[in-house]
């Protein structure tokens, strides 16, 4: 999600009823001064970028493969939905990695770090992209060592019982891996990616705002609001709009 | 080295919700302002865009909009005797960033405090004698309901409040909420439209003898024009408000209710993406000189001032007050000390009913849509046979139906997997929540100071929060969650759930930004560091708004408050200050 898009900085040029304070140095700096105008500026706006599937920017394509599978049976292709996979999860998980979620660039990341209490948050030195990598060769490391396989050679019920022994913190990963901690971040960001908005990659044809009924981006309930206990009668949308309008009825 | 600027008037640091009031009141009375803001400039067509606002992912669960750690956090422990450990992500609370500030993408439920918050130790006092209080810090405000009154009043009709006034002037009005104090007129606007889940809840509430009303709301019911002229629409519901700017100009904050007339103001001036690191003082340590500040780029500026009001939000003006040597850091070990002190929260829970036959459409929904119940807040009931002080609004707001956060499953639901998808499936629509938001009162052992281990960017020492419940509060809390569990039960359900506060404040889940004290206002410079003006008892040309002004927290969001104290202070420079600049309006 590279937000900061140009889009931003040249905004700044463009602000000619606008007095721009520069600051007597030559880096980069988007400080800016505004008096007697609002800066507003007709098409200036910082739009999501759409994910487009094909090619693994993070993900070795072992890792990738590994992903793929963890995802399907978080999220497995049944009666109510297809699956985690299908669904572009762990195409949404390879992108969030490259961009400012992976690299925890928002974040607090001086150290020291020491062991806290539960309810002091994460305090490990390992952002999501040392984790993931970190994370799925352990587990493949442990089941090799265990089983004689990796996780995507196991049957679904096995992958299914493995799965739960590591959200339950019964697997002893190598290197001190906590594999509960790992599994709740693959979880959350799976999650992530089959709820988000569709430009994000997963989600694919909002399948599971299909599924659950969330009307998506739509902005507009004023003339449903007291039509109480009704269903609400529209198809969901999603910011860059619906199938439908591009000539692929679903 | 730093730059040397030309002086102004007056900076404001921050511009959010009480900056954007102060600098519009001061530039009125024809004083050069100048704002700095940290964050970036926000404006609803660019910021808050109608292609792209409703985008969970990016503004809900990322938060693109709010305070990244990375530029300032924290460090936390429940107790004096634990590490405090750095918030490496924000979770229980949101700091804002950027122009609007965390009014930006607030709620919006507007309260206001009843005279019984306010004269607090003083009334419970009279009321149930002193030893029922013993364990608390609480403390008088020194400022009453009734001189608090004109100046919500202006904040309402600012931001356009939706809702239904319960006590006009002495008489009692159907309809609203027969607990606050009197008030000298209605609303703006009228309530909004009631979504099902909060209309079930009310009448649940009145068949048990309670009494719902509508939760006043800084979503509009109506197109509005505010007394600066400035015209707002009417709310669509959209279910993506909290953590999102709105971007149909509904929801009232700075950009839509006084930066339009605020930014054409020759005397006005803002300096975004820029941080003001300390104010500086003069040799007696008694005397602002103004502030220093520095850019992205990492140019440092001296901004000369006469006139220095933080603005910062509450936690941001404790710690800036602490890194500029503005009254001295409060000690808990001697009870000594200002500026810190008197540290609390809110203590909050919650209640899910499930259905199997109802649709609440949840994706259909507001900010500060819903029905309140004050039967159990502050001190509208008897406390005397009771073992705490306090209480709790019973609140049924739901906000959203958006689906990475909100998506209720019964108890026992595995988190993955086909079992998982068929439960949420069966109740995304059909479960009720409602939630009770309590008072927090002042303990000797919560408190902010500055952080032995952990720095900022620039290496400056991180602001420590040392914070749990007290018992009293905890007792409360469970007090109202039985008050709830009556209310689930006669709403009836296949199943409920009452989550109840415990010990061990966490931060990880989103618990509410309402982070008050650390600056408290009062009447005695030794247990106060603003006085009932907002201005600092140690150097009297620095005010300080916002809700580090409150002493202890009461079981309503702060918003209301805060905007009524920025009115209040900014009447205070104007008909006083300024006759005698640089002088205390109180002597201490
Ligand atoms: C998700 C969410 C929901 C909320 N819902 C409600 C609600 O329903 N009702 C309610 O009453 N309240 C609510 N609040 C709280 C409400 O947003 C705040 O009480 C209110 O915005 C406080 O106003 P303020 O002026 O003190 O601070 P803000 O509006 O936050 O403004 C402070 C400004 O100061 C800037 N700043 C900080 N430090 C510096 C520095 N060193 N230099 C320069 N600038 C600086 C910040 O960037 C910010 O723009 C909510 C908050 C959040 C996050
Ligand atoms: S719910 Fe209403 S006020 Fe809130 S963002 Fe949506 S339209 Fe704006």
Known sequence: MSYRSSVRLNRRHFLSSVAIFLAAGTSASFARSISGSLPWQALASDPPIQVVPGGWYFFTPQEAATVEAIVDRIIPADELSIGGKEAGCAVYIDRQLTGPFGSSSRLYTKGPFLPGLPTQGYQGEANPAQRYRAGLAAMDAFLKQRDGKSFVELQPAEQDAFLTEMEAGKIALPNGIKSAGFFGLVLQNTMEGFFADPIYGGNKDMVSWRMIGFPGARYDYRDHVTKHNEPYPQSPVSISGRPEWLGKGI | ?588
């Open chain 2, 1 to 588: 080295m730093t730059n040397i600027l030309p002086r102004k008037d007056v900076v404001i640091v921050g511009l959010g919700w009480s900056g954007a009031i102060l600098a519009n009141e001061l530039t009125d009375q024809g004083l050069d302002v100048l704002a700095i803001e940290r964050g970036p400039w926000r404006d609803t067509a660019t910021d808050f865009n109608i292609g792209y606002a409703q985008d969970e992912l990016r503004y809900g669960i990322r938060r693109d909009l709010f305070l990244q750690p990375t530029v300032e956090t924290f460090t936390i422990r429940n107790s004096p005797s634990e590490t405090a450990l750095p918030l490496r992500d924000f979770g229980s609370f949101l700091p804002g960033n950027g122009v609007g500030g965390a009014g930006v993408h607030w709620n919006g439920h507007t309260w206001r405090f009843w005279d019984s918050d306010l004269n607090i130790r003083t009334h419970l006092t009279e009321r149930y004698g002193a030893a029922k209080i013993a364990d608390l810090e609480v403390a008088d405000w020194g400022i009453t309901g009734a001189e608090l009154e004109p100046y919500y009043d202006r904040f309402e009709y600012l931001a356009g409040i939706s809702g239904k006034a319960g006590n006009i002037k002495g008489e009692l009005q159907d309809g609203g909420n027969p607990f606050e104090d009197a008030r000298s007129r209605d609303y703006p606007l009228p309530p909004m439209q009631m979504t099902y889940a909060p209309t079930l809840f009310a009448e649940a509430g009145r068949s048990l003898g309670f009494h719902p009303f509508p939760t006043p709301s800084a979503n509009l019911s109506q197109n509005y024009v505010n007394p600066l002229g400035i015209a707002m629409g009417q709310c669509t519901y959209c279910g993506f408000c909290e953590r999102f700017g709105c971007a149909n100009y509904s929801k009232a904050s700075a950009q839509t209710t006084v930066l339009p007339v605020l930014m054409k103001k020759a005397n006005f001036e803002v300096r975004t993406d820029s941080e003001v690191l300390h104010v500086n003082l003069d040799a007696s340590g008694k005397s602002a000189r103004g502030v220093t500040y520095i850019d992205t780029s990492g140019q440092e500026f001296f901004q000369p001032a006469d006139l220095v009001i933080l603005c910062a939000y509450g936690l941001h003006n404790v710690r800036l007050m602490m890194l500029s040597g503005i009254g001295k850091i409060y000690d808990p070990v001697s009870g000594e000390g200002v500026v810190g002190r008197n540290y609390c929260y809110q203590t909050n829970s919650g209640a899910q009913v499930f259905f199997d036959d109802k649709n609440f459409n949840p994706f259909i929904a507001a900010g500060a849509l819903g029905q309140t119940i004050d039967d159990f807040n502050g001190d509208a009931f008897d406390h005397g046979g009771l073992d705490f002080v306090g209480g709790a609004g019973i609140n049924c707001i739901p906000t959203n139906g958006r689906p990475i956060a909100t998506r209720p499953t019964l108890p026992g639901t595995p988190k993955w997997g086909s079992a998982w998808k068929k439960a949420t499936v069966e109740s995304y629509k059909s479960t009720l929540a409602f939630s009770s938001q309590g008072s927090s009162y002042a303990s000797r052992n919560n408190y902010l100071d500055l952080d032995p281990t952990y720095k900022d960017r620039f290496g400056r020492p991180l602001m420590r929060m040392t914070f749990d419940f007290p018992d009293n509060d905890i007792r409360m809390s469970n007090y109202v969650c039985d008050r709830m569990e009556e209310i689930a039960k006669t709403l009836g359900g296949k199943q409920h759930v009452i989550s109840r506060r415990k010990k061990g404040w966490d931060s990880v889940p989103y618990q509410s930004t309402h982070n008050t004290g650390g600056a408290i206002m009062g009447t005695n410079p030794a247990k106060s560091a603003v006085n009932r003006y907002l201005q600092s008892w140690d150097v009297p040309n620095v005010f300080v708004i916002g809700a580090s002004a409150f002493p202890q927290n009461a079981g309503k969001n702060p918003t209301g408050t805060v905007g009524a104290l920025a009115f209040l202070a900014a009447d205070a420079i104007r008909d006083q200050y300024l006759r005698n600049p640089g002088a205390p309006l109180v002597s201490a």
